[in-house]
């Protein structure tokens, strides 16, 4: 319709837009580029997010990950288990360095990745954390303090 953006088309008598997308996986096909931080929020999909992100995990510098646990088995068939892995698998097999929760904490290894996503609480909506797991350790200690002043 008119005014719609580049790839949008509206059918007005439906009262559904189509959007066109393209993967990640496909824009940087062959490409050495890097992408210096990519925002994941999507209501507990996040662990179907992730796995479709595998095959780029190595040009990705920083990943910010809203997790919401409470959601990925009602909403998605995720167990804990499964997101528990793959969120360790970044520490563990992926070349992240570290990850920060939003709360301040900070998840070193895969084990203590595992431990905390087991014991995340089981409600979806109020039991989301944002978590920045960064290839650079320092980056993320440097920021860690600046973090915490600004949310006071």
Do not use: C
Request: proline content about 3%; hydrophobic content about 40%.
């Amino acid at each position: 319709g008119k005014g719609a953006g580049k790839g949008r088309r509206r059918d007005a008598s439906a009262g559904t837009t189509t959007v066109s997308t393209v993967s990640m996986e496909e824009v940087l096909r062959g490409s050495s580029a890097r992408v210096r931080l990519v925002k994941i929020d999507t209501e507990g999909a996040e662990v179907n997010v992730l796995r479709s992100l595998l095959p780029v995990l190595p040009q990705l510098d920083n990943l910010v990950v809203e997790t919401s646990v409470g959601w990925w088995l009602r909403r998605y068939n995720v167990t804990r288990d499964e997101g528990a892995e793959l969120y360790a698998s970044l520490l563990e097999q992926h070349g992240f360095a570290l990850a920060r929760v939003s709360t301040g904490k900070l998840v070193e290894t895969g084990t203590q990745m595992r431990a905390y996503i087991k014991a995340f609480p089981s409600d979806g909506y109020w039991g989301q954390v944002d978590m920045w797991f960064a290839r650079d350790a320092a980056l993320l200690r440097r920021a860690s303090p600046l973090m915490r002043a600004r949310k006071s």
